[in-house]
């Protein structure tokens, strides 16, 4: 039997609200290289499930998560101001900066790539939890900064050694964080959306 499954929800009209930040065309480009070099250990990029480049993106929280089966609009007509109050809180607070993935690795879903922990993204997440009420079901309280590759379109194709070739790839892709928005996602994974409010990052980048 695969270890690995492919994603229910991929493509699927599904509601999240979710703070994020599109990649910029150097990081894009750069997450393309990488997932060419996974592509080939797949042996086939039919093999997988790869979102369009111009929807690569960074997702920092979920404030009301895809996965979650609740009526998510009617929960934030209620609690959506509480959230876009803290949200500009952190973006005037944060200062800009550079989010460095170094290590790539594979799960039952999918192949992501992973941060070394920084305060500004921990700092976000701590206060959303603390200050917007739990949706029904919970948040995700990850332990990491990731960020998807792609998921498994053909899980039983995947050769036996995939996840142990993928994970020894050399990764080095820094992401620069300067300006987060709030989104209503439409389409898993941001195949469709609106964003609710998008803010730079007030105070000048340092180097971190």
């Known amino acids: ?5 492919r994603d229910q929800y991929w493509s699927q009209p599904l509601i999240s609200y979710t703070v994020m930040q599109m990649l ?7 997450c393309l290289a990488v997932l060419h070099q996974v592509s080939g250990i797949a042996g ?5 499930l790869i979102a369009p480049a111009d929807t690569f993106h960074l997702s920092l929280y979920a404030i009301a998560p895809v996965r979650s089966d609740f009526d998510k609009d009617a929960w934030w007509q209620i609690h959506g101001e509480t959230a876009l ?3 500009r809180r952190w973006c005037d607070a944060q200062p800009a900066a550079v989010l460095r993935f170094r290590k790539l690795r594979v799960t039952q879903t999918a192949v992501i790539a992973v941060a070394e922990p920084h305060d ?14 739990q949706p029904p079901g919970g948040t995700p309280n990850y332990d990491m900064i990731h ?9 039983d194709k995947l050769p036996a050694d995939f996840a142990t070739r993928v994970s020894a790839l050399p990764l080095a892709l820094d992401v620069r964080l300067f300006e987060a928005t709030l989104m209503r996602e439409t389409a898993y994974p941001l195949l469709g959306g609106k964003p609710v409010e998008t803010h730079a990052l007030k105070i000048p980048e340092t180097a971190v």
Not at 120 to 133: F, G, H, I, K, T
Not at 147 to 155: E, I
């Open 120 to 133: 500004a993204v921990w700092n976000l997440r701590r206060m959303l939890r603390a200050e917007v009420p």
């Open 44 to 48: 086939s990029a039919d093999h997988l």
């Open 1 to 5: 039997m695969t270890p690995f499954i």
């Open 85 to 87: 109050a803290a949200f």
């Open 24 to 30: 910029e065309p150097a990081a894009r480009e750069a």
């Open 147 to 155: 960020m998807t590759l792609a998921r498994y379109a053909q899980p």
